[in-house]
């Protein structure tokens, strides 16, 4: 028997950016698409354009390849057309392929929130979905608040899923909006909705207010529901959505679903997982869950004791999956040859070939070790781990030298009597025989000014600099309080449009800054092919 597909509709953009902390810039949005694209993923829920300036210019242009573009908004507004009303007309003229209309199933709602009939609800799930799809679009109704609806009244809640697919909906996606249900629950209910509208267009939405999204995810498609909405690293407002990392493991890992059900990550994508989930993190400056299950930096690490040494004899002894299948690594393990395959696996990613049996594999595994200890952390910074590999391997050109530099900060009154502070900015540094020293002020912050300097003047290399460019920058405080190590990491970006990211660390938050910054110039000039 062929294995039933299951989709996976990621919506990190939309629902996880209702997550305390968390704001998407335009380029963070169109980074998390394509990375959601490569791995795999059917459906990404892009947003709420008309919401919002930025979702609006999200919108714009298209920017997955191979993953369904889905555009997010409720259904017509009561007393209004379909055709005459703003939030519909924005999720049609939004480049998506997809349109999600979110319409209250649960009739306590539909009185108390919309204040209008039962009917009137049903009415405005049937004409929004029926104007979407004759424009052509793929179009799924959120069933917002579903369980706690069909709970309190089955006949309604199952009219708003019934009304959506015989009006032409793809897919009808039953909401845990509260996350109190339990799996038993979901389970049941699903298996109920499945004889009103066929599995194959049932999806799941779950939150994790009890714990249970995941399960509850699970609980749905073995009751026969064929999508699954989450969002990386269960980002999400209050407790968060469906961890939808967990739940690809899960789904690839485990026999009972591996067998059964077939998703659109592949293996060499599952190998991505773990690069995937910290990247997310890296980018939002948030710190990566150590405990995450296939992903986190914990979960396949033993201390010394029986469980290491039953570990070391068979890992199987203490590990439900092999680590590398998700790009993670075993720590007790991590200079046996399991560390070094995954070592190799991520050193082919970034387009570097050693062999297991180099014995240069062994002192690049040394390196990320003290850097490691040192605070370094290389998964959001491809960049600076490209150039770590480079130059253990001794194939990094010496560009220039930094002699010295030297940042200021001073708060002063301007022209007009305002009090502004204003940082300056000095480097010394040689470029073969040539000693250059360049300046810069503005009052951007210090950082800012140093980059200035830095870029200012770089003798015979200048014309391959010129259109890079400082994008973003994260700081990241451990260990300590205001003496604490500092972990600083840039986003650069060039000319055509290329990104990398490069990390330094130090207990002087510019030391650090300076190290990320000419990462940054090291690695646009070995791209540019430059010799010393």
Same mark, same amino acid.
């Given at each position: 028997?062929?294995? /039933?597909?299951?989709?996976?509709?990621?919506?990190?953009?939309?629902?996880?950016?209702?997550?305390?902390?968390?704001?998407?810039?335009?380029?963070?949005?169109?980074?998390?698409?394509?990375?959601?694209?490569?791995?795999?993923?059917?459906?990404?829920?892009?947003?709420?354009?008309?919401?919002?300036?930025?979702?609006? &210019?999200?919108?714009?242009?298209?920017?997955?390849?191979? /993953?369904?573009?889905?555009?997010?908004?409720?259904?017509?507004?009561?007393?209004?057309?379909?055709?005459?009303?703003?939030?519909?007309?924005?999720?049609?003229?939004?480049?998506?392929?997809?349109?999600?209309?979110?319409?209250?199933?649960?009739?306590?709602?539909?009185?108390?929130?919309?204040?209008?009939?039962?009917?009137?609800?049903?009415?405005?799930?049937?004409?929004?979905?029926?104007?979407?799809?004759?424009?052509?679009?793929?179009?799924?109704?959120?069933?917002?608040?579903?369980?706690?609806?069909?709970?309190?009244?089955?006949?309604?809640?199952?009219?708003?899923?019934?009304?959506?697919?015989?009006?032409?909906?793809?897919?009808?996606?039953?909401?845990?909006?509260?996350?109190?249900?339990?799996?038993?629950?979901?389970?049941?209910?699903?298996?109920?909705?499945?004889?009103?509208?066929?599995?194959?267009?049932?999806?799941?939405?779950?939150?994790?207010?009890?714990?249970?999204?995941?399960?509850?995810?699970?609980?749905?498609?073995?009751?026969?529901?064929?999508?699954?909405?989450?969002?990386?690293?269960?980002?999400?407002?209050?407790?968060?959505?469906?961890?939808?990392?967990?739940?690809?493991?899960?789904?690839?890992?485990?026999?009972?679903?591996?067998?059964?059900? &077939?998703?659109?990550?592949?293996?060499?994508?599952?190998?991505?997982?773990?690069?995937?989930?910290?990247?997310?993190?890296?980018?939002?400056?948030?710190?990566?869950?150590?405990?995450?299950?296939?992903?986190?930096?914990?979960?396949?690490?033993?201390? &010394?004791?029986?469980?290491?040494?039953?570990?070391?004899?068979?890992?199987?002894?203490?590990?439900?999956?092999?680590?590398?299948?998700?790009?993670?690594?075993?720590?007790?393990?991590?200079?046996?040859?399991?560390?070094?395959?995954?070592?190799?696996?991520?050193?082919?990613?970034?387009?570097?070939?050693?062999?297991?049996?180099?014995?240069?594999?062994?002192?690049?595994?040394?390196?990320?070790?003290?850097?490691?200890?040192?605070?370094?952390?290389?998964?959001? /910074?491809?960049?600076?781990?490209?150039?770590?590999?480079?130059?253990?391997?001794?194939?990094?050109?010496?560009?220039?030298?930094?002699?010295?530099?030297?940042?200021?900060?001073?708060?002063?009154?301007?022209?007009?009597?305002?009090?502004?502070?204003?940082?300056?900015?000095?480097?010394?540094?040689?470029?073969?025989?040539?000693?250059?020293?360049? /300046?810069?002020?503005? &009052?951007?912050?210090?950082?800012?000014?140093?980059?200035?300097?830095?870029?200012?003047?770089?003798?015979?290399?200048?014309?391959?600099?010129?259109?890079?460019?400082?994008?973003?920058?994260?700081?990241?405080?451990?260990?300590?309080?205001?003496?604490?190590?500092?972990?600083?990491?840039?986003?650069?970006?060039?000319?055509?449009?290329?990104?990398?990211?490069?990390?330094?660390?130090?207990?002087?938050?510019?030391?650090?800054?300076?190290?990320?910054?000419?990462?940054?110039?090291?690695?646009?000039?070995?791209?540019?092919?430059?010799?010393?």
């Amino acid at each position: 028997m062929s294995a /039933a597909r299951v989709y996976l509709f990621d919506t990190t953009l939309r629902d996880g950016a209702q997550t305390t902390g968390v704001d998407f810039s335009l380029d963070d949005k169109r980074a998390v698409a394509a990375m959601l694209d490569r791995l795999g993923i059917d459906y990404v829920e892009g947003g709420y354009p008309g919401a919002n300036p930025l979702d609006t &210019a999200f919108f714009a242009h298209k920017p997955t390849q191979a /993953a369904r573009f889905a555009a997010f908004g409720m259904t017509k507004r009561a007393g209004r057309s379909a055709a005459n009303d703003p939030g519909i007309a924005a999720l049609l003229e939004a480049d998506a392929d997809a349109i999600v209309f979110v319409a209250k199933s649960w009739d306590y709602h539909v009185h108390v929130a919309l204040e209008i009939p039962l009917e009137e609800n049903l009415a405005g799930i049937r004409e929004s979905v029926e104007a979407a799809r004759a424009a052509g679009r793929e179009v799924m109704l959120d069933c917002e608040h579903f369980f706690d609806g069909y709970k309190a009244n089955p006949d309604y809640a199952l009219a708003c899923a019934r009304t959506a697919y015989e009006a032409g909906a793809r897919w009808v996606v039953l909401c845990d909006t509260n996350g109190g249900t339990l799996p038993d629950e979901v389970g049941r209910i699903v298996a109920e909705v499945a004889r009103v509208v066929p599995g194959e267009h049932l999806g799941i939405h779950a939150h994790d207010d009890c714990g249970c999204a995941v399960a509850n995810s699970l609980a749905a498609i073995e009751a026969g529901a064929r999508q699954i909405q989450g969002t990386l690293n269960g980002l999400g407002e209050r407790c968060g959505n469906a961890n939808l990392v967990t739940l690809i493991g899960t789904l690839k890992l485990k026999q009972r679903y591996r067998d059964r059900f &077939a998703t659109g990550v592949g293996e060499t994508e599952l190998g991505e997982l773990t690069h995937v989930s910290r990247a997310l993190d890296e980018m939002l400056n948030r710190a990566p869950n150590r405990h995450a299950p296939y992903v986190g930096a914990s979960a396949f690490a033993t201390k &010394a004791g029986i469980h290491a040494s039953a570990v070391l004899k068979d890992p199987r002894t203490y590990e439900h999956v092999a680590p590398e299948a998700t790009g993670n690594v075993r720590k007790v393990l991590v200079s046996d040859q399991g560390g070094k395959s995954n070592l190799v696996a991520e050193l082919e990613r970034i387009g570097v070939t050693l062999g297991r049996d180099d014995p240069r594999l062994t002192r690049v595994l040394q390196e990320l070790k003290d850097k490691e200890a040192q605070g370094y952390a290389f998964e959001g /910074a491809d960049a600076s781990f490209y150039l770590l590999v480079r130059r253990i391997l001794g194939e990094v050109p010496a560009f220039f030298e930094v002699e010295r530099f030297k940042v200021s900060v001073e708060r002063r009154y301007n022209a007009v009597g305002e009090l502004v502070t204003f940082s300056e900015a000095t480097v010394k540094l040689k470029v073969g025989d040539e000693v250059l020293i360049s /300046a810069a002020e503005g &009052a951007a912050g210090p950082v800012n000014a140093l980059d200035m300097a830095l870029r200012k003047d770089l003798g015979r290399y200048q014309s391959l600099i010129g259109g890079l460019r400082l994008v973003d920058y994260k700081v990241r405080i451990f260990q300590g309080g205001t003496d604490a190590v500092t972990r600083v990491l840039i986003e650069s970006a060039d000319e055509r449009g290329e990104r990398w990211t490069t990390v330094g660390v130090s207990a002087n938050i510019i030391d650090a800054s300076f190290q990320a910054l000419t990462d940054s110039i090291v690695y646009k000039l070995m791209r540019e092919g430059a010799t010393a």
